[in-house]
């Protein structure tokens, strides 16, 4: 069993930054991938970015490519900048534990989410 805690989410004007932490806990096996998905209100789910296990590979979905940075410093905590930030960029962000991928599907172990505000 794994439990995923995200933090760092606020309000900021568009062109700020703010950094997103993940901090895993409980007995595990294995090694994970780590997610980034956020969600808006109305709007499905969507992909933000992956990191392997070995924070080897990553992959960013196309809206924050050059933009957003995920990194991992242990295989218990990941991290999130983001830079240059949009008012569409607001949702709610989850971090998530399982299957390097960009498909919710894919992970096993989801964090409550925290709400990032961007203000034109």
């Known amino acids: 069993q794994v439990q995923l805690v995200e933090s760092g989410g606020g309000l900021v004007q568009a062109g700020d930054s703010l950094r997103l932490s993940c901090a895993a806990s409980?007995?595990?096996?294995?090694?994970?991938?780590m997610g980034w998905f956020r969600q808006a209100p109305g709007k499905e789910r969507e992909f933000v970015a992956t990191?392997?296990?070995?924070?080897?590979?990553t992959y960013y979905a196309e809206s924050v490519k050059g933009r957003f940075t995920i990194s991992r410093d242990n295989v218990k905590n990941t991290y999130l900048q983001m830079n240059s930030l949009k008012p569409e960029d607001t949702a709610v962000y989850y971090c998530?534990?399982?299957?390097?991928?960009?498909?919710?599907?894919?992970?096993?172990?989801w964090g409550q989410g925290t709400q990032v505000t961007v203000s034109s």
């Open positions: 409980g007995r595990t096996f294995n090694t994970y991938a």
């Open positions: 990191i392997s296990w070995n924070g080897r590979n």
């Open positions: 998530a534990a399982g299957t390097y991928s960009s498909n919710s599907r894919s992970y096993n172990y």
